[in-house]
């Protein structure tokens, strides 16, 4: 199956196909403790960063759809990763049998609004390509990405300990008034 991943402008960002010279840079987020305390908890080594990157480029070909490497417009720099993928996290059937939305965001240029114009611009292509029920996992003490999947429309389904931590379940069944 071949599978063309397409390309979304926003007002500061790109969202696009990971490329193969992203791979310094995504194993280079991947590696920050900043980045993965609340994903996973251990930094990934570039070995892992590798598989997971390859991982992604799979999805794409396999589903239709997967994350996508955020880009800043101002100097194509990737600062993280958005979109949507399958897991087989054994949650329960009100769970797993959903597309999971996720993103990531290297940490200086968090707290500026671009998790959430990069989410926002993900789930409305998924809206526009493949509406449907989505689900997101968000770590017990994370309450930035909770407070980010509020906005975005998903509702708390329950709480669960996911890798041995207190982890939030929400579910959105369609995109949220924007009025």
Not at 27 to 37: D, F, H, K, T
Not at 73 to 79: E, K
Request: glycine share 10%.
């Amino acid at each position: 199956m071949i599978r063309t991943i397409p390309m979304i402008n926003t007002a500061r960002l790109t969202l696009c196909a990971m490329r193969p010279e992203d791979f310094t840079r995504y194993a280079e987020i991947w590696s920050n403790p900043c980045v993965v305390r609340h994903i996973g908890k251990e930094p990934r080594s570039r070995s892992e960063a590798w598989d997971a990157f390859l991982r992604n480029a799979g999805h794409w070909q396999m589903t239709g759809f997967g994350q996508w490497a955020v880009l800043q417009q101002s100097d194509r720099q990737m600062i993280g990763q958005a979109g949507f993928f399958y897991t087989h996290r054994a949650l329960g059937e009100d769970f797993d049998q959903f597309p999971e939305a996720g993103w990531v965001l290297a940490p200086e240029v968090q707290g500026q609004g671009l998790g959430y114009e990069a989410a926002q611009a993900a789930h409305d292509w998924f809206d526009r390509i493949m509406p449907g029920p989505l689900v997101a996992l968000v770590d017990g003490e994370n309450t930035a990405s909770q407070r980010l999947a509020g906005k975005l429309g998903y509702r708390l389904l329950r709480e669960a300990e996911y890798g041995g931590s207190p982890v939030h379940l929400f579910r959105r069944d369609r995109p949220p008034d924007r009025r």
